[in-house]
Nanobody
Framework: QLQLVESGGGLVQPGGSLRLSCAASRFTLDYYTIGWFRQAPGKEREGISCISISDMRTNYADSVKGRFTISRDNTKNTVYLEMNSLKPEDTAVYYC?????????????????WGQGTQVTVSS
């Protein structure tokens, strides 16, 4: 079964940047739509970005639009989330998830495979 591993999280000051990676193993990502989600303590899991398989269509939550950029490198079987102008409210555990042949939607229940998450903390 598809396995996903996130990396790149950490502590960053407000206004700073981080790049998260989502590396897949056991299967190629060529046939999967990938989404990024986050969950802060006491809050529901929130969809923030996704990228589709065929047409590379992307989608972003309003809360991150203009600051975050999702991309994929199929040769490396990896999806990235470039996060700029980070704010304290971006603090959360960030997860990547995959759905085979699915649409690019920011709905957690649409995704079948999940990584273990990586912590992002934005604080001075």
């Amino acid at each position: 079964q598809l396995q996903l591993v996130e990396s790149g999280g950490g502590l960053v000051q407000p206004g700073g940047s981080l790049r998260l990676s989502c590396a897949a193993s056991r299967f190629t990502l060529d046939y999967y739509t990938i989404g990024w989600f986050r969950q802060a303590p006491g809050k529901e899991r929130e969809g923030i970005s996704c990228i589709s398989i065929s047409d590379m269509r992307t989608n972003y939550a309003d809360s991150v639009k203009g600051r975050f950029t999702i991309s994929r490198d199929n040769t490396k079987n990896t999806v990235y989330l470039e996060m700029n102008s980070l704010k304290p409210e971006d603090t959360a555990v960030y997860y990547c998830a995959a759905t085979q042949f699915g649409l690019c939607e920011l709905i957690p229940s649409r995704y079948n495979y999940w990584g273990q998450g990586t912590q992002v903390t934005v604080s001075s």
